[in-house]
């Protein structure tokens, strides 16, 4: 996979995109699992991704206590602040895409 594939593909995930959408409608040309690696390796999960994980960790609060309980929180939190940082950029880049065409 080459550098502006690359690029590319941890841009679209960084906006929202599904991997799955991105390898369909994106670069059917490679296999699936490249372009999970590459999102991954990048440290970039799709939102898709993130709501899931916040659904199991919200599940999984109902049957601990203690220690265990506040550290599911914790990470519940870290991730909504990254879904929400997520949205404000994708707020400023659309921003800024209505400001050039006039809308």
Not at 69 to 91: A, G, N, T, W
């Amino acid at each position: 996979m080459d550098q502006r594939d690359s690029e590319k593909i941890i841009r679209l995930a960084r906006e929202g995109k599904q991997i799955s959408k991105i390898w369909e409608e994106d670069f059917p040309n490679y296999d699936y699992w490249e372009i999970y690696v590459e999102v991954h390796a990048a440290g970039e999960r799709s939102s898709l991704g993130i709501k899931r994980m916040i659904t199991g960790r919200l599940n999984k609060l109902q049957t601990v206590n203690g220690t265990e309980r506040e550290e599911i929180i914790q990470e519940i939190d870290d991730l909504v602040s990254h879904l929400y940082s997520r949205y404000k950029e994708s707020q400023k880049k659309l921003d800024e895409i209505r400001g050039i065409i006039g809308g």
